[in-house]
């Protein structure tokens, strides 16, 4: 069974920076693509960003490009999401997510492992 568990979330005004991380439980994380989503409040669940076992493929929302970068620790059984220049529109739950295979990488349903999610609010 794989755990993720999200941190770093917080309050930031418009333009600042904050660095989520999410730990994975499991021996075998190295093995796993990963993804942050995000969901604000009555929206649906929005791709923000991948990064395969390898850590050499990324992909970006475009909302986010420039931005946002992920990264992962295969060390610590870790992945980050980076975000700078942050907009009130950044304002969302964001997920941890983790699969073996995907396919479409943006696709919430294509992955197997959720975190709870840490609050990100950005005010104007």
């Known amino acids: 069974q794989v755990q993720l568990v999200e941190s770093g979330g917080g309050l930031v005004q418009a333009g600042g920076s904050l660095r989520l991380s999410c730990a994975v439980s499991g021996r075998t994380f190295s093995s796993y693509a990963m993804a942050w989503f995000r969901q604000a409040p009555g929206k649906e669940r929005e791709f923000v960003a991948f990064?395969?076992?390898?850590?050499?493929?990324?992909s970006y929302a475009e909302s986010v490009k420039g931005r946002f970068a992920i990264s992962r620790d295969n060390a610590k059984n870790t992945v980050y999401l980076q975000m700078n220049s942050l907009k009130p529109e950044d304002t969302a739950v964001y997920l941890c997510?983790?699969?073996?295979?995907?396919?479409?990488?943006?696709?919430?349903?294509?992955?197997?492992?959720w975190g709870q999610g840490t609050q990100v609010t950005v005010s104007s």
């Open positions: 997510a983790a699969a073996l295979g995907v396919g479409r990488v943006v696709r919430a349903s294509e992955y197997e492992y």
């Open positions: 990064i395969g076992w390898s850590g050499f493929s990324t």
